[in-house]
């Protein structure tokens, strides 16, 4: 089957690309930039167009009998923020309004946990009413992209949507993998709400689940949590100081003194046009304040996944940074 792979260059896309190479799928990936693409993902058919543009995305998806649809801005601070909307909501929108057309047989979107906010069950499932509140504009803008797929849905699109927690492992520059390399490389200054729970997850076990998605007969209009094991902000740094041998930092910041300096960050940030410092963005701090805890058992028993363990992840994007390091 040939299938259609946005956001192909990201952190889990690059993952994913290896692990459909071993398939007997076909895959082509829709790019922005032919020459970025073709150093990250050597090998591969590769087709430029980009998200926002829907004749690209149509013209990508001609022969196509799958789709793909992990392109998305994830980031807790933007310098422009209408970004959010452009890829995360309208960018969705062109690519499974073009699959719908295109009469495809299977769509697996990539959405995100925290379009679940902080429901009243805990851990929650996807069964779930979401929390009331979005605590971020990228859970925002990636709960309106969920709603516009599941409307897509009731018009006769074959959706299977994902819904990965906190990814980690080899190879991510940003959220969790920044925060990873800040603690190893010492630039953490202080331990930042040790309390809060979140739930992880093996970015090889996310490729996994799509590349299972993809294949898995039955399951249009079915959702699936990709995560399970659930770590405390001090846990997580402990785990951290086990596998690297680094020292943590010797300061805690008091809870009630994160959020100010956050918006003191975020206030710089706007003002320079660089993120935050140790990515205390206002909307990042709210989300860690808030933690999600979500149990992915669904994706278990019905898609067969098997997770490993989170350490195993850490340990994996820690050993990347010191083959990284500069003697």
């Known amino acids: 089957m040939r299938l259609l792979l946005t ?7 690059r993952r994913l690309c290896l692990r459909l190479a071993s398939t007997p799928h076909t895959l082509r990936c829709l790019v922005r930039s032919l020459e970025k693409a073709q150093a990250l993902l050597p090998g591969m058919e590769l087709v430029q167009g980009d998200v926002t543009d829907p004749h690209s995305v149509r013209q990508g998806l001609a022969g196509c009998e ?21 890829v995360n909501v309208e960018g969705t929108r062109h690519v499974l309004e073009a699959a719908l057309e295109a009469g495809v047989s299977r769509v697996v979107h990539v959405s995100s946990a925290v379009i679940f906010g902080k429901p009243a069950q805990a851990p929650f499932t996807e069964t779930s009413p979401p929390g009331p509140e979005r605590f971020s504009e990228y859970a925002r803008s990636k709960y309106a992209g969920d709603q516009l797929a599941w409307a897509l849905r009731d018009q006769g699109l074959p959706l299977v949507v994902l819904y990965p927690c906190g990814v980690l492992g080899a190879g991510d520059p940003k959220g969790s993998g920044q925060y990873l390399a ?16 979140l739930t992880w997850v093996h ?12 294949d898995q007969p039955g399951i249009a209009g079915q959702d699936y949590i990709i995560g399970r094991e659930q770590l405390s902000v001090r846990q997580f740094n402990q785990l951290v100081r086990e596998l690297s041998g680094v020292a943590l930092p010797r300061l805690n910041l008091p809870d009630a003194a994160v959020m100010p300096i956050a918006r003191l960050l975020t206030g710089l940030a706007h003002l320079t046009g660089n993120p935050p410092w140790w990515g205390l963005a206002v909307d990042q701090v709210r989300t860690v304040q808030a933690g999600f805890r979500a149990e992915g058992h669904r994706a278990e028993r019905e898609l067969g996944l098997v997770y490993t363990p989170i350490r195993e992840a850490i340990a994996e994007a820690i050993a990347e940074l010191k083959k990284t390091e500069t003697p």
């Open 7 to 13: 956001g192909a260059t990201g952190f889990i896309g």
């Open 66 to 86: 799958a789709v793909i649809h992990l392109a998305n801005i994830y980031s807790f601070w933007e310098k422009d923020p209408a970004r959010y909307r452009a």
């Open 182 to 197: 800040d603690l190893v490389q010492g630039r953490m200054p202080a331990t930042v709400l040790p309390d809060a729970v």
């Open 203 to 214: 970015v090889a076990d996310v490729a996994e689940a799509i590349t299972l998605a993809v």
